[in-house]
């Protein structure tokens, strides 16, 4: 069973800088292509970033050149370096893993931004 789990948000001033980390187990996480996805109070799951098995990155408008996604295949590990934060930013962030064809989410973490 494939289990995802998130860490490392927390509250953060604008302009401050925060990394979240996914940890995976229960697939074959090199052959997985993993994402991060955030929510906002009363908006819909909106793509931040994405990073393919073989390491090719995509990202939102919004977050280019403030973030970085990025993976260590041998920890099982994603993460999202987060620069320049802005309170628009604040959102619950979910790790998402793409393994075989199917999706797995984990239960997301909170991200404030304010002062």
Same mark, same amino acid.
């Given at each position: 069973?494939?289990?995802?789990?998130?860490?490392?948000?927390?509250?953060?001033?604008?302009?401050?800088?925060?990394?979240?980390?996914?940890?995976?187990?229960?697939?074959? $996480?090199?052959? +997985?292509?993993?994402?991060?996805?955030?929510? @906002?109070?009363?908006?819909?799951?909106? #793509?931040?970033?994405?990073? *393919?098995?073989?390491?090719?990155?995509?990202?939102?408008?919004?977050?280019?050149?403030? $973030?970085?996604? +990025?993976?260590?295949?041998?920890?099982?590990? @994603?993460?999202?370096?987060?620069?320049? #934060?802005?309170?628009?930013? *604040?959102?619950?962030?979910?790790?998402?893993?793409?393994?075989?064809?199917?999706?797995?989410?984990?239960?997301?973490?909170?991200?404030?931004?304010?002062?």
């Amino acid at each position: 069973q494939v289990q995802l789990v998130e860490s490392g948000g927390g509250l953060v001033q604008p302009g401050g800088s925060l990394r979240l980390s996914c940890a995976a187990s229960g697939s074959i $996480f090199g052959f +997985s292509a993993m994402g991060w996805y955030r929510q @906002a109070p009363g908006k819909q799951r909106e #793509l931040v970033a994405t990073i *393919t098995d073989s390491g090719s990155t995509n990202y939102a408008d919004s977050v280019k050149d403030r $973030f970085t996604i +990025s993976r260590d295949n041998a920890k099982n590990m @994603a993460y999202l370096e987060m620069n320049r #934060l802005k309170p628009e930013d *604040t959102a619950v962030y979910y790790c998402y893993e793409n393994f075989r064809g199917f999706g797995y989410w984990g239960q997301g973490t909170q991200v404030t931004v304010s002062s």
